[in-house]
């Protein structure tokens, strides 16, 4: 891979004059940049309801098109049961005026990819009690911080760029609509998009303003057991407990564990059997499971595949062991490709007069996918904030101007 328009010395940072000319752009049009914001998180778009996903979809597209004019390509791709994935392309732009860049597209170069989901983990009917309020510096709704800012932060970052008459490379706004329940649909967009990017930056909630350089990868395993229901009074010797089998299994699952190297296994629900008299026929958990290497996530992706029930059960003709294990997200940890484009990050930042200091985080994201094919990409990017999937998420407004600039510097040539 050629890494030297990353860091190759005539490939002109911004000045720190040109940064701050685009952090005061947006600063002076932060209600317009948050009502924006209101427009697309009132649009509920949770990961499970296609339909909502659709008319969300549309809107976002709407907005985009309505602050940065028809792109110069478009692609929308079925998620068939999940959210569609649509592709966004503007031009580049020569530096000059607003007018002058208009009138000299840049279209020969690799874009500059970012890659944003709309889908939420919260459900339909969720802004009847939770609208998007602002009290003080904290906006807080449901998806503002993970991620809808990040859509908005990509297209104002643009026009910033535009405002200011600034060079900057043809961008591409992904949006995907499964990133929340695994991006089985959206991933092979996006590793597509990136193969064909500069650099591909995902304007996921920063970690205190910090972009993030390692996440977990993750294995998911959806554990069944089949039993056969019976009077728990009257003949619970004709009955087979799928319950009771899968009670015993649970410490198994949770010992393949391996906290000193990173790997955490969690059995986030356990439910089965429908009713205190009855044999229970039915049992399932749920299983998360994050790990720092990908050697680790082979091992307890193998290790669940290979589960069994134990004894007596497994004798119990009756009772069946299903499993569903996915390796859904790659450990993401720093390639050669990604430390370069951390390294022109840094000299952004710089003239913003900020020191980066790249975090770790146990959540995963698209950015997982890209940086296993060893390609440049940068996390984290997009709202300061807190609350991800919780009743507190929120971001600061006082954070929207100082990352928007940061993300317009690396989209500028």
């Not at 193969?195 to 996440?215: C, H, I, N, W, Y």
Request: a negative charge; one cysteine or more.
């Amino acid at each position: 891979m050629d890494l030297e328009h990353l860091t190759r010395e005539d490939t002109a940072v911004l000045t720190s004059a040109q940064l701050l000319e685009i952090q005061t752009f947006i600063t002076e049009h932060l209600h317009d940049v948050l009502e924006d914001l209101r427009r697309i998180v009132h649009c509920e778009t949770p990961s499970q309801d296609k339909t909502l996903l659709d008319a969300g979809l549309t809107e976002i597209r709407a907005l985009a098109i309505e602050r940065l004019g028809e792109p110069s390509h478009e692609a929308r791709t079925g998620g068939g049961e999940y959210g569609d994935a649509l592709e966004l392309l503007w031009p580049g732009a020569a530096a000059g005026s607003d007018d002058d860049a208009a009138a000299a597209p840049v279209t020969s170069e690799a874009p500059v990819t970012s890659v944003c989901h709309y889908d939420t983990v919260w459900p339909a009917g969720t802004l009847s009690v939770w609208p998007m309020s602002i009290e003080g510096d904290r906006l807080t709704g449901p998806g503002v911080l993970d991620m809808k800012f990040g859509i908005v932060q990509t297209i104002w970052a643009v026009l910033a760029l535009r405002s200011a008459g600034i060079a900057h490379a043809p961008v591409r706004l992904l949006l995907t609509g499964d990133e929340e329940i695994g991006s089985v649909a959206g991933r092979p967009v996006i590793e597509a998009a990136a193969k064909d990017s500069r650099v591909t930056l995902v304007p996921e909630p920063s970690a205190g303003g910090q972009p993030k350089d390692r996440r977990k990868g993750m294995v998911f395993a959806d554990i069944t057991v089949h039993g056969v229901e019976a009077h728990a009074g009257l003949e619970p010797e004709n009955g087979a407990s799928a319950v009771h089998a899968l009670a015993v299994l649970v410490p198994e699952i949770v010992a393949l564990a391996a906290p000193e190297r990173g790997t955490t296994v969690n059995v986030g629900t356990l439910q089965g059997g429908t009713g205190r008299n009855v044999v229970a026929g039915r049992a399932e958990c749920l299983v998360d499971v994050r790990v720092t290497e990908t050697a680790e996530q082979e091992r307890v992706a193998d290790a669940l595949r290979a589960l069994t029930l134990p004894e007596p059960y497994r004798s119990d003709e009756r009772l069946r062991l299903e499993l569903q294990v996915d390796a859904n997200r790659p450990p993401m940890n720093p390639t050669p490709a990604s430390e370069a484009a951390m390294a022109r990050l840094a000299q952004v930042a710089a003239g913003l007069g900020r020191e980066l200091s790249p975090r770790m985080v146990g959540g995963a994201s698209d950015a997982n996918f890209i940086s296993a094919l060893g390609l440049p990409v940068l996390d984290g990017l997009g709202a300061v904030g807190e609350g991800p999937h919780a009743w507190h998420e929120h971001l600061l407004i006082s954070g929207v101007a100082p990352q928007t600039a940061l993300l317009a510097g690396m989209l500028a040539e």
